[in-house]
């Protein structure tokens, strides 16, 4: 059987769930989960995770660069011109050119600014950096992103946090339809079954955080979600059947007698 290959940027990946460094109690519950989830991609929150003051506890300690990529990411920033520097300081400190875009546009629902993250990322594909963006699922906006240069696309489920799942299937499956690059489900995912819908409905990856920091038994829901991508994947690649109103015989009805 042909392996699966997740790739993005050229860099290729065997998974395709992509785990936040977030929420957790400390930083060694933070890695166990991860190492559960099978995940090869974490999020770092630059401007919250410790990876340069050696006097405190440094996520390099316990989850290893050289076996698990970090991808620098802006959360927290609301205008383009702290996401630019956010992502410049993090190319002066690791050399990391891979990123996450994320410009918020309200504190209280943490939708994207859309006017920020298309300026942004214009810019930010212009110095090199391969940007993945957080982004609304608006399929014209969208577009826009990929055309200026995107590395993939990031719309949300709902809002951060908030484990609602998939609330407008249409849009994303329109961005499916439309989208050439990775399109990766980010934010919103609250269980396993919302990690197999956004798969199955043939999303290249989902990113997740909340749902797994924050569950009672975050090691067993970063278990869950591994399976939960991999089983939507599955699914996905297997074509489902045409869905009708009607019955159908799992019999044939030749040679009976």
Same mark, same amino acid.
């Given at each position: 059987?042909?392996?699966?290959?997740?790739?993005?940027?050229?860099?290729?990946?065997?998974?395709?769930?992509?785990?936040?460094?977030?929420?957790?109690?400390? +930083?060694? $519950?933070?890695? &166990?989960?991860?190492? @559960?989830?099978?995940? !090869?991609?974490?999020? /770092?929150? *630059?401007?919250?995770?410790?990876?340069?003051?050696?006097?405190?506890?440094?996520?390099?300690?316990?989850?290893?660069?050289?076996?698990?990529?970090?991808?620098?990411?802006?959360?927290?920033?609301?205008?383009?011109?702290?996401?630019?520097?956010?992502?410049?300081?993090?190319?002066?400190?690791?050399?990391?050119?891979?990123?996450?875009?994320?410009?918020?546009?309200?504190?209280?629902?943490?939708?994207?600014? +859309?006017? $920020?993250?298309? &300026?942004?990322?214009? @810019?930010?594909?212009? !110095?090199?950096?391969? /940007?993945? *963006?957080?982004?609304?699922?608006?399929?014209?906006?969208?577009?826009?992103?990929?055309?200026?240069?995107?590395?993939?696309?990031?719309?949300?489920?709902?809002?951060?946090?908030?484990?609602?799942?998939?609330?407008?299937?249409?849009?994303?499956?329109?961005?499916?339809?439309?989208?050439?690059?990775?399109?990766?489900?980010?934010?919103?995912?609250?269980?396993?079954?919302?990690?197999?819908?956004?798969?199955? +409905?043939?999303?290249?990856?989902?990113?997740?955080?909340?749902?797994?920091?924050?569950?009672?038994?975050?090691?067993?829901?970063?278990?869950?979600?591994?399976?939960?991508?991999?089983?939507?994947?599955?699914?996905?690649?297997?074509?489902?059947?045409?869905?009708?109103?009607?019955?159908?015989?799992?019999?044939?009805?030749?040679?009976?007698?």
């Amino acid at each position: 059987m042909k392996l699966d290959i997740f790739k993005i940027a050229n860099k290729k990946f065997k998974s395709r769930l992509i785990v936040g460094t977030g929420k957790y109690k400390n +930083m060694k $519950e933070c890695a &166990k989960a991860i190492k @559960i989830s099978g995940a !090869e991609i974490v999020t /770092v929150a *630059v401007r919250r995770v410790n990876i340069v003051d050696k006097s405190k506890p440094l996520l390099m300690d316990y989850i290893d660069p050289k076996k698990i990529m970090y991808l620098p990411n802006t959360a927290g920033c609301f205008t383009s011109k702290d996401a630019l520097r956010t992502l410049r300081l993090a190319r002066e400190i690791g050399g990391w050119k891979l990123v996450k875009l994320e410009v918020l546009g309200d504190k209280k629902n943490l939708f994207p600014d +859309m006017i $920020e993250t298309l &300026k942004s990322t214009e @810019i930010l594909t212009k !110095e090199g950096f391969k /940007v993945m *963006v957080y982004c609304n699922d608006d399929p014209l906006m969208c577009k826009r992103l990929e055309n200026s240069g995107a590395s993939a696309i990031m719309p949300l489920a709902a809002p951060i946090g908030s484990g609602l799942g998939i609330q407008n299937k249409t849009n994303i499956q329109i961005l499916r339809n439309q989208t050439k690059v990775p399109l990766i489900i980010d934010a919103g995912i609250g269980q396993a079954s919302d990690a197999v819908e956004a798969m199955e +409905m043939g999303c290249d990856a989902v990113l997740i955080n909340t749902a797994i920091a924050k569950a009672k038994n975050p090691f067993q829901m970063a278990a869950a979600m591994k399976y939960a991508v991999i089983s939507g994947r599955k699914s996905f690649l297997s074509g489902r059947i045409i869905p009708t109103l009607h019955g159908s015989p799992s019999t044939t009805k030749k040679g009976l007698i």
